[in-house]
C-alpha cells in the first residue's frame, strides 16, 4: 500500500513537471517574438490555427495527432513533447535528491527558467533578460531555504565567474555575451563560489567540447550559443555540486 501511494506520488510529480513543461513551450516560443506568454491560446505556428483544449494534452496528444497539426497537417517539432518529457523527468530528479520541499520547489524553479534559457539560446543566441531576472526569484529565495551557504559565499559567487568573463569580453569581443555573464552573476548568488567555479567549468569544459567539434566539421557558422552549456553546469553544480566537489577533494586526500 505504501509503495503504491509512493507511486502515485512519483506519477503526481512526473505530471506536474510535464504540465510546467508544456508552458515552458510557451515561453520559449513566445518570449522571442515578444508575445504576452499569459494571454491568448496556442496557436500552430504554420496555419495559425489556435490549438483545441483536447489538442492540448502535453505529450499524449503529440502522439495521438502522430506529431500533425490538425488543423493543416503540418509536422509539429519533436522538440515540444520532448521538453515536456524533460521536465517532468528533471522534476523527478530533483525530488530524488531534495526530498518534497521548499528545497524541491526552490531547485525545480530554478531548473525550469534554465531550461527556457537553454532553448532560447539555441534558437536565438540571445539570453532575455527577462529571464535572468526570473532566475534572481529563486536565487534569492534560496538564500533563506539553504540557510547553511553563508552570505560571504553567495557574493563572491556573483562576481568569481562574472568578472573575468567581462574582462575577457572587453579584450575578446563575441567572446560572450552580456547575458552569459549576467546569467552566471545570479547564479553565483544562488550556489555560492565553490559551486559557480564548478558550474562554469562543466559549462567551459562542454561549450568547448562542441566548439572543437564544430570547428573540425568546419561549419560556416561564426557564433554559438555558450548559455546552454552554463545552464547545464548550473543545474549540475545544483543537484550534484557537493557530491562532485567532495570526491574532487577525496581524491587528494584534503
Ligand atoms: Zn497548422
Not at 522571442?32 to 489538442?55: D, N, T
Not at 520547489?105 to 529571464?131: E, Q, Y
Amino acid at each position: 500500500m505504501v509503495a503504491l501511494i509512493q507511486f502515485v506520488f512519483y506519477l503526481y510529480i512526473f505530471v506536474i513537471g510535464i504540465v510546467i513543461g508544456s508552458f515552458l513551450n510557451v515561453v520559449i516560443y513566445r518570449v522571442p517574438l515578444e508575445i504576452s506568454v499569459a494571454k491568448g491560446r496556442s496557436f500552430c505556428p504554420h496555419c495559425q490555427a489556435p490549438i483545441k483544449g483536447y489538442h492540448n494534452i502535453p505529450v499524449l496528444s503529440y502522439l495521438w495527432l502522430r506529431g500533425k497539426c490538425a488543423d493543416c497537417g503540418q509536422p509539429i517539432s519533436i522538440r515540444y513533447p520532448l521538453v515536456e518529457l524533460f521536465t517532468g523527468l528533471l522534476a523527478l530528479l530533483v525530488l530524488a535528491v531534495y526530498g518534497f520541499s521548499f528545497q524541491w520547489l526552490v531547485v525545480f524553479s530554478a531548473g525550469a527558467i534554465l531550461i527556457c534559457i537553454t532553448m532560447i539560446d539555441f534558437d536565438t543566441m540571445i539570453i532575455p533578460n527577462g529571464l535572468v531576472l526570473a532566475l534572481m526569484a529563486p536565487a534569492l529565495v534560496s538564500f533563506f531555504f539553504f540557510p547553511e551557504l553563508g552570505l560571504l559565499s553567495r557574493v563572491i559567487g556573483i562576481f568569481v565567474i562574472s568578472l573575468p568573463m567581462l574582462a575577457l569580453a572587453l579584450f575578446i569581443p563575441d567572446a560572450f555575451g552580456g547575458g552569459d555573464i549576467k546569467l552566471m552573476a545570479v547564479a553565483g548568488f544562488m550556489l555560492g563560489w565553490s559551486h559557480t567555479l564548478l558550474a562554469a567549468f562543466i559549462g567551459i569544459l562542454l561549450g568547448g567540447a562542441v566548439a572543437v567539434y564544430l570547428l573540425l566539421k568546419k561549419t560556416t557558422a561564426k557564433h554559438m550559443a555558450f548559455g546552454p552549456y552554463l545552464c547545464i553546469g548550473i543545474m549540475t553544480a545544483l543537484l550534484f555540486g557537493d557530491i562532485i566537489i567532495r570526491s574532487y577533494l577525496n581524491l587528494f586526500g584534503l
